[in-house]
């Protein structure tokens, strides 16, 4: 059964504070991890997918990694509009098109 | 309108009542989801629709009935709901190959009183 796991539940940063989100996952063969964004009573927002260890992708103060058991996404010198609940998802090489979702981290950056 | 939107965002129904949950998409994708998404709790997909094929059906109760007429336009039609059922409900649609990649509409935030 695929396994997405995130950690921290919650985190607390002060504005110009970097910090990571961990995403662990267990799953049939790795099609994709997909990393979203969610700010409250809101659909989540695509930010990246990565295919294979070794890759990252970046987007403005948004980096994300992937190793062969683990996703980080790191967020350098965060800012309060980076304030939202991040939400990492693999997909299965098993030729199903759902997605597993982890709980997500909520974050809070604080001006 | 552009990505995907749903109707109506805010619903509150009793447990008798039938009421229908609409979505769309704009992006030309050929796959569309539902998802169901209760606090503190990861998001469960309920449907999955592939040009207008239902592919995947997660042992969600009969009382949630999907309906996808085209690939742009999803419905899901509820009756005689449990309280248990309020939650956020998304619609997401993505290609139907390569890269599943999936975007999601606003939600609709249902209560069952």
């Known amino acids: 059964e695929d396994q997405v796991t995130q950690s921290p ?15 662990s996952y267990t799953v049939s063969g790795l099609r994709g991890l997909f990393w979203y964004r969610q700010d409250p009573g809101k659909g989540p927002e695509f930010l990246f997918t990565l295919y294979s260890a ?24 965060p800012k309060p509009e980076d ?6 998802a693999v997909q299965a090489g098993t030729g199903r098109r759902a997605l597993t979702f982890g709980s997500g981290t909520r974050l809070q950056v604080q001006p | 309108e552009t990505g995907v939107t749903q109707t109506p965002r805010h619903l509150v129904m009793g447990m008798t ?58 419905f899901l039609h509820l009756h005689t709901l449990q309280p248990e059922d309020s939650a956020l409900y998304l619609c997401a ?7 599943y990649e999936q975007y999601f509409g606003p939600g609709t935030r249902l209560t069952v009183t």
């Open chain 2, 17 to 74: 009542n039938k009421k229908s949950l609409k979505c769309e998409q704009h992006l030309g994708h050929n796959a569309m989801y539902w998802y169901k998404q209760s606090a503190k709790k990861p998001l469960e997909l309920m449907f999955v629709y592939s040009l207008e094929e239902r592919v995947e059906n997660n042992s969600v109760p009969s009382r949630f009935s999907p309906e996808c007429p085209n690939s742009s336009h999803l």
């Open chain 1, 9 to 23: 539940e919650a985190l607390r940063l002060q504005e110009g504070e970097s910090s990571s989100l961990n995403c």
């Open chain 1, 54 to 77: 070794g890759e990252e992708k970046e987007k403005e103060r948004l980096k994300a990694t992937l190793t062969k058991k683990e996703s980080f996404l790191h967020i350098t010198a």
């Open chain 1, 83 to 88: 304030s939202a609940t991040y939400l990492c």
């Open chain 2, 93 to 99: 649609s993505s290609q139907n190959s390569g890269s």
